[in-house]
């Protein structure tokens, strides 16, 4: 079992930075975001692969970067240059054999 906090959401004008975070409660490699805006299916923001590598969704490519620390079992997620339709609820998830889940930040984006 794996217990995720995410912290950071909040009220940002359009154009500015928020920066997110994730804690897991035991080390995970797999480890990402996701984001939803209500009526919509959930989507992948950034997440770390089982390989080592990082992937972005084209819409936030060259604005978002995910990052860690692994000896604080937390994920980052800064978010720059944002834009109105990046109001969502962002999801942390981490994944080994089983999928979990954070309980989730809202993101709003908003003059």
């Known amino acids: 079992q794996v217990q995720l906090v995410e912290s950071g959401g909040g009220l940002v004008q359009p154009g500015g930075s928020l920066r997110l975070s994730c804690v897991a409660s035991?080390?995970?490699?797999?480890m990402g975001w996701y984001r939803q805006i209500p009526g919509k299916q959930r989507e992948l923001v950034a997440g770390?692969?089982?390989?080592?590598?990082?992937m972005y969704a084209d819409s936030v490519k060259g604005r978002f970067t995910i990052s860690r620390d692994n000896a604080k079992n937390t994920v980052f997620l800064q978010m720059n240059s944002l834009k109105p339709e990046g109001t969502a609820v962002y999801y942390c998830?981490?994944?080994?054999?089983?999928?979990?889940w954070g309980q989730g930040t809202q993101v709003t984006v908003s003059s």
């Open positions: 998830y981490a994944f080994d054999r089983f999928l979990y």
């Open positions: 035991r080390n995970i490699f797999t």
């Open positions: 770390f692969t089982s390989g080592g590598s990082t």
